[in-house]
T-cell receptor, first 115, second 118 residues
């Protein structure tokens, strides 16, 4: 029973390029959360998605960032025209029903480095 | 606004010694509190949580945390640590409430690195 899978594990981009981060939730889970961890800081909520729907994107920067969770395939966090300040660890978590205080299952994260 | 403060960024301790990892929160709504642990090169895993009822909650591997409303704290303790407890520990509060049909919008502290030495 595979856990939450994130890839790539490490991603290096130059300023101005696009970064695409993928998250495959646990089998049977239809709720996905994305969090970002900047150096020396805690994880910060970015977005909460259900299949084909964005429920809460209040933590997403207004520009350059987008997220999707299609009917088929992984959830994608897309960062256009990356800047140095986007360098961070990006974690994805999934849960089966989305109920409040339900256990979240986290992936190992994608470390994005912007040169 | 809700926030979580973990007072120690690093805690070194010898094997079999007791440890306490401190966590304070600020919240104006019903409080749901969590401790997550991240072992090297792995994702975060839920260690324990407080939702309601008994203020002392325990995990299966010997950790416990006590919800203290008057001090707005949720400190994590273990009476005797093992080398295998070396990890980063994150305290979190859910910013949502069940009354609003909420979901898991967690606010995390900055983490505490526990280093257990032989």
């Amino acid at each position: 029973n595979a856990g939450v899978m994130q890839n790539p594990r490490h991603l290096v981009r130059r300023r101005g390029q696009e970064a695409r981060l993928r998250c495959s939730p646990m089998k049977g889970h239809s709720h996905v959360y994305w969090y970002r961890q900047l150096p020396e800081e805690g994880l910060k909520f970015m977005v909460y998605l259900q299949k084909e729907n964005i429920i809460d994107e209040s933590g997403m920067p207004k520009e350059r960032f987008s997220a999707e969770f299609p009917k088929e395939g992984p959830s994608i966090l897309r960062i256009q025209q990356v800047v140095r300040g986007d360098s961070a660890a990006y974690f994805c978590a999934s849960s089966p029903t989305g109920q409040i205080n339900e256990k979240l299952f986290f992936g190992s994260g994608t470390q994005l480095s912007v040169l | 606004a809700q926030s979580v403060t973990q007072l120690d960024s690093q805690v070194p301790v010898f094997e079999e010694a007791p440890v306490e990892l401190r966590c304070n929160y600020s919240s104006s709504v019903s409080v749901y509190l969590f401790w997550y642990v991240q072992y090297p090169n792995q994702g975060l895993q839920l260690l324990l949580k407080y939702l309601s009822g008994s203020t002392l909650v325990e995990s299966i591997n010997g950790f416990e945390a006590e919800f203290n409303k008057s001090q707005t704290s949720f400190h994590l303790r273990k009476p005797s640590v093992h080398i295998s407890d070396t990890a980063e520990y994150f305290c979190a509060v859910n910013s949502q409430t069940s009354f609003s049909g909420g979901y898991n919008k967690l606010i995390f502290g900055a983490g505490t690195r526990l280093a257990v030495h032989p």
